[in-house]
């Protein structure tokens, strides 16, 4: 917290945002507040309008309508000091791959002015932080998506930002370092960092403080995970282990007390009236000739209320 201007309660406040292209509305008047050190989860399906508001956040884009402040500073008047002051790792994150790991450090601590004893001290927290230290000489080209993930992180918090936007930071990258990759956010909001995530991914969801669901343009959802679960669910989940084929599906949704069926993992997720529906899901598959499958009822998870929501707005 290095800022002069610090004197702002809440790192992002949202008030009836929009983003119009040409007629296209990609942001429909959507609010909401982001607590300091909080990590802030941002979903939604493919073109919702979350990059766009990221973007728009971060001083990049200019809303069409309404207000929003980033670390107290307005984004229509103050974009410059946003930008100054955040760090932002795009969906594409973009590392110079003809340039070493340290080089991409130096270009991205330049661009934030750092020098000297101040850069050199930064690179090596970063690459401690990382894990990137005795690499950093190789070319950024050569690196593995995780690998490259991590270092672009780096990038983007060289100049010691108060708040870092993230959009599909662990996109393409296998469990195991999208779980290293979070340990990283962890220590980040534990040092007062706020983050604002975006993710495709529900068990990175369940690890937020909060979380807003947007759906084209619109932000139908907002709360913590247990509060969406408990707020957005209707009825009860009932999981069908079964050998989930096209057929199985269809005769699960024509069952009575079925309200919608999808596939979840290798099995069939049921959304039903009351918990007793699994038994009349159960005679209404054996009827229709399945006879190998077993019926529980489970908590809902968030990929279940996300689906409801979504087939709501349908
Ligand atoms: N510069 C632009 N001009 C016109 N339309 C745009 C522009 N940028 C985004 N859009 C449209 O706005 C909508 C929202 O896009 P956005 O990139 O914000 O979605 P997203 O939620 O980030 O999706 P994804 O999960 O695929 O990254 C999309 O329909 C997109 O095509
Ligand atoms: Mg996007």
């Known amino acids: 917290m290095?800022?002069?201007?610090?004197?702002?309660?809440?790192?992002?406040?949202?008030?009836?945002?929009?983003?119009?292209?040409g007629v296209f509305t990609a942001v429909n008047n959507i609010s909401f507040d982001v607590q300091r050190g909080e990590i802030f989860g941002f979903l939604g399906p493919n073109g919702s309008g979350k990059s766009t508001t990221i973007r728009m956040l971060c001083g990049i884009l200019e809303p069409s309508g309404g207000q929003a402040s980033v670390l107290g500073l307005d984004v229509a008047t103050q974009s410059e000091e946003i930008k100054r002051r955040i760090g932002y790792m795009s969906q594409k994150f973009s590392l110079y791959d003809d340039l070493t790991v340290v080089e991409n450090l130096d270009f991205y601590g330049g661009i934030y002015g750092l020098k000297d004893a101040r850069l050199a001290g930064r690179k090596n927290f970063v690459l401690e932080m990382v894990g990137l230290k005795g690499r950093e000489n190789e070319l950024a080209a050569n690196l593995s998506t995780g690998w490259k993930q991590r270092l672009a992180l780096g990038?983007?918090?060289i100049h010691e930002p108060e708040?870092?936007?993230?959009?599909?930071?662990?996109?393409?990258?296998?469990?195991?370092?999208?779980?290293?990759?979070?340990?990283?956010?962890?220590?980040m909001a534990e040092a007062g960092i706020t983050l604002f995530v975006t993710t495709h991914y529900m068990d990175e969801a369940e690890?937020?403080?909060?979380?807003?669901f947007i759906f084209q343009g619109d932000m139908i959802a907002l709360g913590t995970?247990?509060?969406l679960k408990k707020e957005h669910m209707?009825?009860?989940i009932i999981e069908v282990s079964i050998d989930a084929s096209q057929e199985a599906l269809r005769a699960i949704t024509s069952a009575s007390g079925v309200s919608e069926a999808y596939f979840y993992g290798a099995t069939i997720h049921a959304?039903?009236?009351?918990?007793?529906?699994?038994?009349?899901v159960g005679e209404h598959l054996?009827?229709?000739?399945f006879k190998d499958f077993s019926i529980q009822e489970v908590e809902p998870s968030l990929e279940d209320v996300f689906v409801g929501l979504i087939e709501h707005k349908r």
């Not at 708040?163 to 220590?187: A, C, K, Q």
């Not at 959304?271 to 009349?280: F, I, L, Q, W, Y």
């Open 155 to 157: 990038c983007a918090i």
């Open 225 to 227: 995970p247990d509060q």
């Open 163 to 187: 708040m870092v936007f993230l959009d599909e930071p662990t996109g393409g990258v296998d469990p195991i370092s999208r779980r290293n990759f979070w340990e990283m956010l962890y220590h």
């Open 286 to 289: 054996y009827n229709s000739g």
């Open 2 to 21: 290095r800022s002069a201007n610090n004197n702002y309660e809440k790192s992002i406040v949202v008030d009836g945002l929009t983003k119009k292209f």
């Open 207 to 212: 690890h937020c403080h909060r979380l807003g």
């Open 234 to 236: 209707t009825g009860a």
């Open 271 to 280: 959304k039903v009236d009351s918990a007793t529906d699994g038994e009349k």
